[in-house]
């Protein structure tokens, strides 16, 4: 009977080109963090939707969800109110089914990095260091732009911000060595910019380069 459901909500999805608002906001809603532990049926049948018939879904679940990050109306996008409010859970959930839906998103996010509002970069600065730290996917080699974008939020103007993306350097490393050149060049360069208005510095750079321990410049990145 399931094998029969998915069969013919897969081929639903194909015949309509992935076009089917309403289809497809069936297939996200399962999803939303409280709605996946009230029905684990609707769940594992929206995630092997998701990772049969991604190429198919990746252009309009990209569009519903760009839209939502840059503002547009949810009438004339066409989403719940629900979706809208959970969009950076949908959009973590999404990348364990699929990456590659959201390869058109995530510039998308980074550019919540910009935004006026403290509490906006700071949701998207989280998402994004779970992201590129995630060992679903590799966004950070196939998004370097992006992943440069969010290591430069390390000088925002808000500690929360700071902290939040230092935080997560020791993560990203640990699980992803090929990012490690881009997270010390960005640690050298802090090192030697502030070395002219904080004397105590010399001992970061040696505990950092030398014990490989960033917790002392976590900390000071917080107060700066």
């Known amino acids: 009977m399931l094998a029969r459901s998915l069969e013919v909500l897969q081929a639903c999805i194909v015949e309509s080109e992935g076009k089917n608002e309403e289809l497809l906001e069936q297939l996200l809603l399962p999803l939303l963090p409280h709605n996946k532990t009230d029905n684990i049926a609707a769940y594992q049948v929206a995630a092997t939707v998701l990772r049969d018939a991604w190429s198919t879904l990746e252009g309009p679940v990209s569009s519903i969800l760009n839209q939502i990050l840059v503002g547009t109306s949810r009438e004339s996008v066409g989403s719940s109110a629900e979706i809208a409010d959970h969009v950076y859970s949908l959009i973590f959930e999404l990348h364990r089914m699929a990456p590659a839906l959201l390869n058109a998103v995530i510039p998308s996010i980074c550019l919540q990095l910009q935004v006026e509002e403290e509490d906006v970069r700071l949701r998207a600065a989280m998402l994004l260091g ?95």
């Open 130 to 224: 779970q992201l590129f730290a995630s060992s679903h996917a590799e966004y950070g080699v196939e998004f370097t732009r992006s992943f440069k974008d969010y290591l430069g939020r390390s000088n925002d103007i808000s500690a929360n911000i700071r902290l939040e993306v230092v935080n997560s350097f020791g993560f990203i490393v640990q699980n992803k060595p090929a990012l490690r050149k881009h997270i010390e060049g960005t640690i050298l360069y802090y090192i030697l910019y502030y070395c002219t208005i904080c004397s105590t510095i010399h001992v970061l750079y040696y505990t950092v380069y030398n014990n490989h321990d960033v917790s002392l410049f976590v900390v000071w990145f917080g107060f700066y």
